[in-house]
């Protein structure tokens, strides 16, 4: 009889201790999606090793050897079992936006370049819900205008416009016009009040309105943001290639407020000066001052014909002609008169200016501690076409340059660059950006899967829409929203991101 008893209790404890270790999700339920034998790489643990990743209710519950019961579960054998890619510059958020980006393996995008406002009201942009995550800065050009020129309906480059007639182009007070005393104490309102309704930090299109700003303007623009300690994310101003000041005057103003400072497309404003605009970064990093820049992989840059630095001696500072700008939507090329005609009827339209050369493109986006991030283009529709970089950045940036031939260390320092890089930047105002960019149990399921056979980006100058290919699997807070290759049309699991006030 004791014998009997023993063999029932060590059979009840064998059954208990299995049942244990088979539940991923620590509470006896199945895992929502598993993912077998895929090889895992986390660039915070250094965890590059063939393992299984459990997912329940949007997080990442389990990572390691064992498996379970799951709702949905993915041979991954072959395959990378990544972060979910975040892109901290991003214009595109809007519907159309997040169906092309996800296919690149995006699974967070933010408008933080040019930011928005106010921000309150970017749910409106995704009435069906969203796809992935998105979020915006306090858009310092938008508040301006609201200021300067009374726009008061939501302001993002997402839309096609945001004032009606003369607002709508690049002559209006917003980019001309110096703000009074009392205009300065109207924006540090509207900028205090972005930052406390969530947004990420501010954005600084500097140079899209050099003629308007004054050192006073700046001065409140940079002690709004220190009083945060909200990071700005600046389009610094351009002067003749290799011309290095712009750069030197933000960091001075970061050093002078204690600011943390984001500087975007270094690759674009530094062109053959890459080597000197990374080494004041890292020099301003070594002496304490809060600094970090990104890159695009990509040789020609893309804006609206209106912008200001067309109205300058444009020529001379991207070192080319009319003929090595292109009209987006056609692919035409410039003459002069066509230029005169075009910047006069159509500012907004958007032109592809071909400056770049693959060396300092490729100097950039391989430095260390550079992010990389698309500065994906307004997109409409698929009609008029835009710069491609909104489509295939990520998997371009993965095949073209290493990541396939690489060492593990290389692999992951490389992987950081999409994933951990900008969660990290973002983490130090927004602790919800400690949960993403890392595959480790406790985190956010957003998850990219990536096929490296078959691993490309499609897009062109003259077919932009052309999504990526060899991410066959992407998961946005536990739901999968590409499957097997294919958009899941009905899945919207993306939310809006905020930043937590700390001033």
């Not at 020129?149 to 182009?169: C, F, H, P, W, Y």
């Not at 984001?262 to 062109?271: E, K, L, Q, S, Y």
């Not at 031939?405 to 992987?415: I, K, N």
């Not at 077919?463 to 590409?482: D, M, W």
Request: charged fraction near 20%; proline fraction near 3%; aromatic fraction near 8%.
């Amino acid at each position: 009889m004791k014998n009997s008893l023993l063999l029932v209790l060590i059979t009840c404890v064998v059954v208990v201790f299995y049942s244990f270790k088979g539940d991923l999700t620590g509470d006896g339920k199945s895992a929502d999606v598993l993912f077998v034998g895929g090889r895992v790489l986390d660039p915070e643990t250094g965890l590059d090793a063939v393992a299984n990743v459990a997912v329940s209710d949007g997080r990442i519950v389990y990572v390691g050897s064992d498996t379970r019961a799951a709702s949905r579960t993915i041979d991954a054998s072959g395959l990378i079992v990544a972060p979910g890619f975040i892109d901290i510059h991003s214009h595109a958020i809007n519907e159309l936006g997040q169906r092309l980006q996800v296919a690149d393996g995006v699974t967070t995008a933010l408008e933080l370049e040019a930011g928005a406002y106010p921000v309150g009201q970017l749910e409106t942009l995704f009435p069906a819900g969203a796809l992935i995550n998105y979020g915006a800065s306090a858009g310092h050009i938008w508040i301006r205008q609201s200021i300067l020129e009374g726009a008061e309906q939501l302001s993002v480059t997402a839309q096609r416009t945001v004032v009606d007639g003369e607002k709508a182009t690049r002559r209006g007070a917003t980019f001309s016009a110096h703000a009074s005393a009392a205009e300065l104490e109207a924006m540090t309102a509207l900028l205090s009040a972005q930052l406390d309704e969530g947004a990420f930090g501010i954005g600084l299109l500097l140079d899209y309105i050099t003629q308007a700003m004054s050192a006073d303007e700046l001065e409140v623009i940079f002690t709004v943001a220190a009083n945060y300690a909200a990071p700005l994310f600046i389009h610094i101003q351009r002067g003749l290639p290799g011309d290095i000041s712009g750069l030197r005057d933000i960091i001075a103003l970061a050093q002078k407020h204690g600011a943390t400072v984001h500087v975007c497309h270094i690759n674009a404003n530094a062109m053959g000066e890459v080597d000197a605009f990374l080494a004041m970064i890292e020099q301003a990093r070594a002496q304490g001052v809060q600094v970090t820049t990104e890159a695009y992989p990509y040789n020609a840059g893309s804006t609206q014909i209106g912008a200001a630095v067309f109205g300058r001696n444009w020529q001379e500072i991207f070192d080319i002609s009319y003929e090595d700008v292109e009209w987006a939507a056609t692919g035409e090329r410039f003459n002069e008169a066509k230029w005169q005609e075009y910047r006069a009827m159509y500012p907004e339209g958007q032109i592809i200016h071909h400056y770049g050369k693959e060396p300092w493109t490729r100097q950039a986006i391989l430095a260390p501690g550079v992010i990389i991030a698309s500065d994906a283009m307004p997109v409409f529709n698929l009609e008029e076409k835009v710069h491609p970089r909104g489509v295939g950045t990520f998997a371009r940036f993965l095949a073209r340059y290493g990541f396939a031939q690489g060492e593990s260390e290389d692999t992951l320092a490389l992987l950081a660059k999409i994933t951990l890089l900008p969660a990290q930047l973002l983490g130090k105002s927004a602790p919800q950006f400690g949960r993403k960019g890392r595959i480790q149990e406790g985190m956010d399921a957003d998850i990219t899967v990536i096929d490296l056979k078959t691993l490309s980006d499609r897009a062109t100058y003259r077919e932009p829409f052309l999504t990526s290919v060899g991410l066959p699997y992407v998961l946005v807070n536990g739901v999968l929203v590409i499957d097997q290759g294919e958009l899941v049309e009905s899945a919207k699991p993306g939310v809006k991101l905020n930043q937590v006030v700390q001033h």
